[in-house]
Each structure stands twice: as C-alpha cells, then as structure tokens.
C-alpha cells in the first residue's frame, strides 16, 4: 500500500502565500511523478503541478509564475505565492507509480486533501 500524508493548507488573503507539502510512504519503489491536483467547489479536480522523477515539471497555465513544485526524496512541496480568491479549492496530492508487475498506476493514490481558502 501507498500513504500520502498532506500537511499545509489554510486560510489567507489574497497576494498571500501558503506552502504545502505532501509525503509519500509504503510501497513506492518505483515513482513517475508526484504532483498535486486541486478541486474547486462544484468544479472537477484539475492539475496544479506535477513534478518526475527526473525533476521535470509541469504547471496549469493559471499558476505558471506563482507556484513552484518541489521533491526531497520521496517528499514534495507546493510553495504557492501570490494567491487568488479563484485558487480556492481542497487540494489533494497524488503519486503515479509503476507497480512490481510493470503495470502504470496514476490514479489509485492520493492524499486526504488540504483546504486552501484564499479571500479577497
């Protein structure tokens, strides 16, 4: 099994910051990426930013500039600045992993989920 175990989150201004950061436990020998999607009320979960192995990166158009993902071992960060009323959403971290029979497993694993609520 796979444990994410969010932390961070919270409540802030608009033009704030917040850091959040994911850690990753269990059987995960063989990491793709591991990134972080978020959820806006009455909205289908999008990407925010995802990060590979390799340290590749990939953001959603609407946080290129003010977001930046981060790995340490098996662990990941999202410092998320400048924040907007819109970047309001539960925020959930996910890991896409190969598994011991070769086969691609990208949406069996995520966090709890974090509130992030910015005000304007």
């Known amino acids: 099994q796979v444990q994410l175990v969010e932390s961070g989150g919270g409540l802030v201004q608009a033009g704030g910051s917040l850091r959040l950061s994911c850690a990753a436990s269990?059987?995960?020998?063989?990491?793709?990426?591991m990134g972080w999607y978020r959820q806006p009320p009455g909205k289908q979960r999008e990407l925010v930013a995802a990060?590979?192995?390799?340290?590749l990166t990939d953001y959603a158009d609407s946080v290129k500039g003010r977001f930046t993902i981060s790995r340490d071992k098996n662990t990941i960060n999202l410092q998320m600045n400048t924040l907007k009323p819109e970047d309001t959403a539960v925020y959930y971290c996910?890991?896409?992993?190969?598994?011991?029979?070769?086969?691609?497993?990208?949406?069996?694993?995520w966090g709890q989920g974090t509130q992030v609520t910015v005000s304007s």
């Open positions: 990060i590979t192995t390799g340290g």
């Open positions: 996910n890991i896409k992993l190969t598994d011991l029979r070769g086969r691609r497993v990208d949406y069996l694993y």
């Open positions: 269990g059987n995960i020998f063989n990491i793709n990426t």
